[in-house]
């Protein structure tokens, strides 16, 4: 199976250290032969080790700018985040305006898709039997996580688009209306604060095809939208998103607008993965709503972005508290959003982590896994380029190292290996001493013989 990922490796920037290897959540990362490795099938994307590479080994392909024209009309879709990303910026409308300078035809916010996907779970939740808690579908690298680690909450997850992909939707459909132009002609671009959107553009879940037609970073376009800001600005006529889609960015804010009593959100990955394994427990029976974020403060914290993440959440409460709080007009939009915006291709788990062969083969497979984390020092200390003693002892069930990969059993192989050295060197030395005294004994009785051979010729 190919895999397309946004997040890649520079090896030539990469040291071998382990600190990427202890953040992945998924263990999808090794270090062999000093360098890190990404197994493909395992990696979900979050963007952890891009955060915490020192070396900056891990990066994110996104879209350049320049992409946008190759389609004859632009449409921008800035995620709510982007708001909260520039010095003394408190409004909205500024980088609005500053989108439409780097030539785009259109701005539609990913707010206002953000405002129809909150509408169609709240009557989801109301009007069909849902598995309880609902789990946000929002955030791409938790649906990936619940695939890998989770696969018995694929069923919980929401069966909406994201609204990202909402607002791509009808941006498009919106544009193609008033301007009476083929839907094939337009391009829609998101404003991407993370690597796991760019992923999910290009192989989406839960859907035969992005509506989204590429994501380009904040982080690359920010120089230029904060020169167009600094420049004054004419703001185009568009229709405007409300506070309810504006704080999806911040954590809280999704159950906020989808209007859930009994709901939790969590952000850092660590964090979503500890309450995942609870509910999968049964451990939180009453909840109905779960908004699980990859990221620490959500998207705000994203790898993509420019602005730290605890001051860009007070910034855009700002920029929040100078927005208009209009009531969100429940438009025929809405009313068909529970049609409209379904998923139509089922969430299916990641068995990348899977033992493979038949019953037999499997069995035998985790006996040996579960001999070998036994026979290991169960520290996970990562120094054998694997997350961990299991995940050790499974890339040598696999083929993949060796129990000398441990430092712990290399080190007591070399003690048994001096040990039999210096036997072997004793033996040796004795083995020597009798050979010598052989020697001297034969050369004596050689010796006796020839003198008795010289008597005998006298």
Same mark, same amino acid.
């Given at each position: 199976m190919n895999y397309y990922h946004s997040?890649?490796?520079?090896?030539?920037?990469?040291?071998?250290?382990?600190?990427?290897?202890?953040?992945?959540?998924?263990?999808?990362?090794? @270090?062999?032969?000093?360098?890190?490795?990404?197994? %493909?099938?395992?990696?979900?994307?979050?963007?952890?080790c891009i955060k915490v590479c020192g070396h900056h080994a891990k990066y994110a392909v996104t879209d350049p700018l320049e992409a946008i024209h190759n389609f004859k009309y632009k449409i921008a879709l800035p995620a709510p985040t982007l708001y909260a990303q520039f010095q003394g910026v408190h409004k909205t409308e500024p980088i609005i305006a500053a989108l439409m300078s780097l030539g785009f035809d259109d701005v539609f916010e990913v707010a206002r898709g953000a405002e129809i996907v909150s509408y169609a779970i709240s009557q989801?939740?109301?009007?069909?039997?849902?598995?309880?808690?609902?789990?946000?579908s929002a955030c791409p690298a938790i649906v990936r996580l619940i695939q890998v680690n989770f696969p018995g909450l694929i069923d919980n997850i929401v069966d909406f688009v994201s609204p990202m992909e909402a607002a791509a939707k009808f941006a498009k459909e919106e544009f193609a209306a008033k301007h009476g132009v083929p839907?094939?002609? @337009?391009?829609?671009?998101?404003?991407?604060?993370?690597?796991?959107?760019?992923?999910?553009?290009?192989?989406p879940i839960g859907?035969?095809?992005?509506?989204?037609?590429?994501?380009?970073?904040?982080? %690359?376009?920010?120089?230029?939208? $904060?020169?167009?800001?600094?420049?004054?600005?004419?703001?185009?006529?568009? /229709?405007?998103a409300s506070t309810v889609g504006i704080?999806?960015?911040?954590?809280?804010?999704?159950?906020?607008?989808?209007?859930?009593? $009994? $709901?939790?959100?969590? %952000?850092?990955?660590?964090?979503?993965?500890?309450?995942?394994e609870q509910i999968e427990n049964e451990r939180f029976r009453d909840l109905m709503y779960f908004e699980g974020l990859a990221c620490v403060n959500g998207c705000l914290g994203g790898p993509l972005t420019v602005e730290n993440s605890f001051v860009a959440k007070n910034r855009l409460r700002s920029v929040m508290n100078r927005t208009a709080m209009k009531t969100v007009n429940k438009t025929s939009v809405f009313e068909n959003a529970c049609e409209t915006l379904r998923l139509n291709v089922e969430i299916e788990p990641n068995n990348s982590r899977q033992l493979e062969g038949t019953m037999r083969e499997r069995i035998e497979k985790s006996e040996k896994i579960n001999q070998l984390e036994a026979s290991l020092p169960g520290l996970d200390c990562g120094s054998c380029g694997s997350p961990s003693c299991r995940a050790l002892a499974w890339d040598i069930v696999h083929g993949e190292a060796t129990e000398l990969n441990c430092v712990f059993r290399l080190k007591d192989r070399i003690s048994e290996l001096a040990a039999e050295m210096v036997m072997l060197g004793a033996s040796t030395r004795f083995n020597t001493s009798k050979e010598?005294?052989?020697?001297?004994?034969?050369?004596?009785?050689?010796?006796?013989?020839?003198?008795? /051979? %010289?008597?005998?010729d006298e």
């Open positions: 997040v890649r490796l520079n090896k030539a920037k990469c040291k071998g250290c382990t600190v990427c290897l202890k953040r992945c959540p998924t263990e999808a990362i090794r @270090i062999r032969n000093n360098h890190a490795q990404i197994i %493909d099938a395992q990696c979900i994307d979050c963007g952890e989801a939740l109301r009007n069909e039997d849902k598995p309880r808690p609902l789990i946000s839907m094939e002609e @337009i391009g829609a671009f998101f404003i991407t604060p993370c690597a796991a959107k760019m992923t999910s553009i290009k192989a859907q035969r095809r992005s509506y989204v037609d590429g994501a380009i970073a904040i982080k %690359d376009i920010y120089k230029q939208m $904060s020169a167009a800001i600094k420049k004054g600005f004419t703001m185009p006529e568009i /229709d405007r704080k999806w960015a911040i954590p809280g804010g999704e159950t906020d607008a989808v209007g859930v009593r $009994s $709901s939790l959100c969590v %952000d850092g990955i660590a964090n979503v993965m500890a309450v995942l010598v005294d052989q020697l001297e004994h034969m050369s004596g009785q050689l010796s006796h013989d020839e003198r008795g /051979d %010289d008597e005998q």
